[in-house]
Every structure is written in structure tokens, then in C-alpha cells.
């Protein structure tokens, strides 16, 4: 069992494969849907690793890949970039989910 990067920057990709860490770098909705799909169906992985630009580019297969199956496991990982998130973005979920300031 195996890691997949679905990536939409090649030096994602150079980084991960320097890990050991095979995948794919891909732009369009269409092509992550379709890197998606190969992925679940191949036997040899057990996670994928995808970039969040593209999971925000078709969330919804996403969240349903999650959902619905329990293989291959799916991480949504930054890119050089960095995360699309605030600084205290977990502060506020967490004040958002019981209501308690930390």
C-alpha cells in the first residue's frame, strides 16, 4: 500500500517524489476528476494526497469520495502556497462548534 499525490504544481510533485511519493500534477476540474477516479480504483493505494487548490476546484466528489468509501483514504494537504486558511481559523471553529472563547 501506497501514497498518490494529486498536485497542481510540479514542485509539489518534485518534493513528494523525493519522498518516495508518486502522482500527478493536473489543472483542470476535468482532469482532477478523472486523476480522482484512477486513483480510488488502483489497488496499490492507500492514500491520496491532494493539493487543496484542486479540491476546491470539485469538492463535492470529494466529500462523497470520503463519505462513501473507506479506501483509499483521502488528505488534502497545502501547497507552496501555503493554506487557504487564517491564522486562527482553528480557534474559530472551535469557538464556532461550543461556543467557548480560547
Do not use: W
Not at 482532477?32 to 480510488?40: G, H, I, K, M, S
Not at 494537504?77 to 474559530?92: A, L, W
Request: hydrophobic letters at 40%.
Amino acid at each position: 500500500m501506497r501514497f498518490h499525490l494529486i498536485s497542481d504544481n510540479v514542485d509539489t510533485q518534485v518534493g513528494m517524489r523525493l519522498a518516495g511519493i508518486d502522482g500527478v500534477v493536473v489543472h483542470e476540474p476535468e482532469e482532477v476528476r478523472r486523476a480522482l477516479t484512477d486513483a480510488v480504483n488502483r489497488e496499490d493505494v492507500a492514500v491520496i494526497l491532494i493539493t487543496e487548490r484542486l479540491l476546491s476546484l470539485c469538492p463535492e466528489m470529494v466529500y462523497d469520495l470520503k463519505l462513501n468509501r473507506k479506501h483509499p483514504l483521502i488528505v488534502e494537504i497545502p501547497d507552496r502556497h501555503g493554506n487557504g486558511r487564517t491564522k486562527d481559523s482553528i480557534t474559530r471553529y472551535v469557538r464556532e462548534a461550543i461556543g467557548v472563547k480560547i
